[in-house]
Every structure is written in structure tokens, then in C-alpha cells.
């Protein structure tokens, strides 16, 4: 199932879009429709979550049901419950309990982080781990905050999201695959210009710095998420190509090693790091400025699309 967020409210501005409150649906994206989870279930005498987050924590049973009513007769369903998807509009999927970052994934980004941010040139033993609030969500469509008084040099990273569906504590990287709920895409915002002695996160966790979305696909429709494409573009120009086969740390010791001292629970999202091409290492190095339109693709996910507003 590709799982989305959304309001049937039209937005006036890109910063409206990133308003969320009551209107907010969980729906089921298939081809050009949107169908409202939560009314078809109710149409059919059933109950299912009307938000991501519970559905993600009601498990198995959640997405069986779900897909019954997809699977039913489409002439039974009623009116409201269906949306052309250019009707409405998307939002971050979900408000993760946590948002753990994965740095230096890509052996080509560790080569040029060492040449333009001072990191370490060898590869790293253990995967390099920071956090983000929850506060840094937007969504598809909402802005990018540039505020000038904190930096000039606000970057970007296109990633794969894994967002965890069972808690997982001190699991195997055999196991690791069996906590997965599904996939998204981050995008990984960061004011270079805002490390502090080291630390990265006021440089990665200021509101708007973690684009989410557009959908999140569930696990079994991803047949493979260690060969994904991944690609970035700013202004339509290319900036990033690469696909996720080449991860240093692949997604399976990636969740063994975090739960290995974190307990990850539902509806946690893991940004499994980025590869090269980010605007740090471009020369001369290239930034976001206010007019800017980020879009970041992962295959089989979609497009996460977020225009750069000054917040000045």
C-alpha cells in the first residue's frame, strides 16, 4: 500500500501547506485516487485509525483490513471516501517519535565531506548516528525555512526513510528487516555554518530541516530497498544520482546497531544517510536561497518536492 496524509483544504500559500489540525485524513493512494481509510472502513462496519501514526501501532491487523476494503467491489465505495489526487492536498506522513539520522553512509560523501566540511577522510567502523526533532518535520509542498540571521550556507541530502513498524530492541540484522512498516524519503536539511565544536544539531534540527514524504510504502510493495534510486535537483539541475546498493552501512546493520543501546519503537523513522553531490562539496560550493525548489526522488517512493522560503 503507498499510505499518504492529506486535507481536502486547498492551501493559499506554501506556508499554509505545512499547516496540519483536525482536517488532516489517512488515505490510500492508488494510481491517481486517494481513498479515505478511515470512511471506507466505516461504510464497510469496520474500524481502522484515521491517522498514520495509529495505524503504523495497530500492526497486521490494520493493514489486513485495509487492504480488504481496496481489494472490495470500487462501484460500493462511497463518494466521499474518494479523492483525485490533485484534489487535495499532502502532508508529512506522520510525526515520528524519533528521527535518527545516519551520516557518512555513502563512501563517495565520506570522500567529499573530508574535502569540504573537515570530516574524517578514512571510512567510519560503526555507522556515525545524531538525531532530529520531531519539530524539524514539513511536508510535501511546505517550505523550507532560510533564515539568513542563522545561516548561508543551508544545504541539502536526499535519503531513504525507513519507517519502523514493531519496537525493536537489541534485534539481529537478521531480524531487523521483520520491524520495517515501510519507506519514505527525508530530505536532511543542514546550515553547514551552524556546527557547533562538532555537533550537528542545531545545524540539522531547526523547524522545516527534515522534508518527509510524500507517502510511506509499505514494506511489501519495496521489493528491494538496497537498489533504489535515489536523485536530487535543485531549480530542475541534477545535483545528486546515486542508489542506495551503496550504502556503507546497510539498512539491516543499520537497525541492529542503533537498537542495539535504543529502543525503536513505531512509527520511528531512520534517514539512512546520503550520497554524494550535496552543496557543501560542490565547487565552488552551492547553497539554498529563498525561490529555490528542492525535489527529492526515491524509486518506486516518489517525488518529495519543497520550495526555500525566506523566514527572515
Not at 25 to 43: C, F, I, M, N
Not at 156 to 184: D, N, Q
Not at 277 to 282: E, F, K, L, P
Request: aromatic share 6%; proline share 7%.
Amino acid at each position: 500500500m503507498r499510505l499518504v496524509t492529506y486535507t481536502t483544504d486547498r492551501p493559499t500559500s506554501a506556508a499554509a501547506a505545512d499547516t496540519t489540525g483536525a482536517a488532516d485524513r489517512l488515505g490510500a493512494q492508488v494510481d491517481g485516487l486517494v481513498y479515505d481509510l478511515a470512511l471506507l472502513a466505516r461504510h464497510a462496519g469496520v474500524e481502522l485509525p484515521g491517522d498514520l501514526l495509529s495505524f503504523v501501532r495497530a500492526g497486521a491487523t490494520a493493514r489486513e483490513s485495509a487492504a480488504r476494503l481496496l481489494d472490495g467491489d470500487p462501484a460500493g465505495r462511497p463518494a466521499e471516501a474518494v479523492h483525485r489526487l490533485e484534489d487535495v492536498t499532502l502532508r508529512a506522513p506522520l510525526r515520528p517519535g524519533k528521527i535518527i539520522g545516519v551520516g557518512l553512509n555513502y563512501v563517495e560523501h565520506v570522500e567529499e565531506s573530508s574535502r569540504s566540511l573537515d570530516t574524517d577522510k578514512d571510512l567510519p567502523p560503526r555507522p556515525v548516528l545524531f538525531s532530529k526533532p520531531a519539530t524539524a518535520v514539513t511536508g510535501p509542498g511546505a517550505p523550507i525555512l532560510h533564515n539568513a540571521d542563522l545561516t548561508a550556507q543551508l544545504d541539502w541530502e536526499c535519503e531513504l526513510a525507513v519507517v519502523i513498524g514493531t519496537k525493536a530492541f537489541r534485534v539481529t540484522e537478521e531480524e531487523a528487516y521483520g520491524h520495517i512498516f515501510g519507506y519514505s524519503i527525508v530530505n536532511d536539511i543542514s546550515a553547514r555554518d551552524q556546527r557547533r565544536s562538532g555537533q550537528w544539531f542545531f545545524s540539522k534540527g531547526q523547524d522545516s530541516y527534515a522534508p518527509f514524504g510524500p507517502a510511506v510504502v509499505t514494506a511489501d510493495e519495496v521489493p528491494d530497498p538496497m537498489d533504489l534510486d535515489l536523485e536530487l535537483r535543485v531549480n530542475g539541475v541534477t545535483k545528486q544520482k546515486s542508489n542506495t546498493r551503496h550504502m556503507l552501512f546497510p539498512i539491516a546493520r543499520l537497525i541492529a546497531d542503533i537498537s542495539s543501546g535504543v529502543t525503536l519503537e513505531p512509527g520511528d523513522v531512520i534517514a539512512t544517510g546520503s550520497p554524494s553531490g550535496v552543496g557543501a562539496g560542490m565547487v565552488p560550493p552551492e547553497f539554498l536561497v529563498p525561490g529555490d525548489t528542492v525535489e527529492a526522488t526515491v524509486e518506486i517512493i516518489g517525488t518529495l518536492a519543497n520550495p526555500v522560503v525566506d523566514a527572515r
